[in-house]
């Protein structure tokens, strides 16, 4: 039979097929080829012997979280307890883009920031629009709805961003487990404990745990400079054709930078990446 893993806990793994669910364990030959089954793929399993036979390609593939055929990833990103990051922002936006997985950038907890603070914010998530990318809060509860129909998705972000609670926000009948977050720490404390997908407005949405570190194993310097959009669109206006846009001279974005149409922490990010 054919399904979809929707949810693995130790080496067992939940496939849903025919409306029907199913508790399989993975053949030994998957270990001898270093080849993990993952929630989101699509596999061929023996029914009566719940055992995982084959995993179908994958058309996508996250690491972090590990997570297959996703169509989109929301990040859900926390503007204070625990404190925005735009090098976490930025890391995630870089990974999910080199994985080809569409990126929605919901902020959350802009309620807790006094007049200034807000107008900051609102520059940010401007400056992230214009890039291209879909930019929402954690209100546009109507809009996020209507994001899921057909397709794919997974919440991830840091610990403590507001993932789990704003899924009981889109629908109360989920009763996710949330937690404040540790004030003596500054970060979330870790309450989804794996990744599970969940049927929500006709799709499948993945709620899964949080983290406060991100690397990038398995890219290039390269990867990671064409996954900035404003580089990537000006990189014919560079002096040289490969550039780097970090030690050259004749460097176009850098010039951009300078005048402050290319925000400073993306570009200041995007440095600390090349030397991670």
């Known amino acids: 039979m054919q399904g979809r893993i929707i949810k693995q806990l130790s080496n067992d793994y939940t ?3 025919n409306d029907k669910l199913y508790v399989c364990k993975p053949r030994g030959k998957f270990r001898q080829i270093n080849l993990q089954p993952l929630v989101g793929d699509i596999v061929l399993f023996d029914e009566k012997k719940c055992v995982i036979e084959k995993i179908e390609e994958r058309t996508t593939e996250l690491v972090r979280p590990s997570i297959a055929n996703v169509e989109q990833a929301f990040i859900i990103t926390s503007v204070k307890h625990p404190a925005f990051s735009s090098n976490l922002l930025d890391k995630l936006l870089v990974r999910i ?13 802009l309620d807790l920031l006094n007049e200034e603070e807000k107008k900051e914010i ?28 057909g397709k794919v998705t997974v919440f991830t972000g840091q610990s403590g961003a507001g993932k789990s609670t704003l899924l009981n926000k889109l629908d109360n009948k989920l009763n996710l487990k949330t ?18 997908l ?3 407005f006709d799709g499948l949405v993945a709620d899964t745990p949080g983290f406060s570190s991100l690397d990038f194993r398995g890219m290039e310097k390269e990867d990671i400079r064409d996954s900035f959009p404003e580089f990537k669109n000006n990189q014919h206006l560079c002096g040289f054709s490969n550039c780097m846009h970090h030690k050259e001279s004749k460097c176009y974005i850098k010039t951009l930078v300078a005048d402050g149409t290319i925000m400073e922490s993306r570009y200041n990010n995007y440095l600390k990446f ?3």
């Open 179 to 196: 937690d404040d977050i540790s004030y003596a720490l500054g970060r979330g404390k870790h309450t989804t404990r794996h990744v599970e």
């Open 15 to 17: 496939i849903i097929s």
């Open 274 to 276: 090349l030397g991670e």
């Open 97 to 109: 883009t080199h994985a080809k997985v569409k990126s929605i950038i919901c902020f959350t907890k």
């Open 198 to 200: 969940l049927s929500l």
């Open 122 to 149: 609102t520059n940010i998530m401007d400056y992230y629009a214009k890039l291209g990318y879909t930019v929402l809060t954690n209100n546009d509860i109507s809009q996020i709805k209507k994001l899921f129909k």
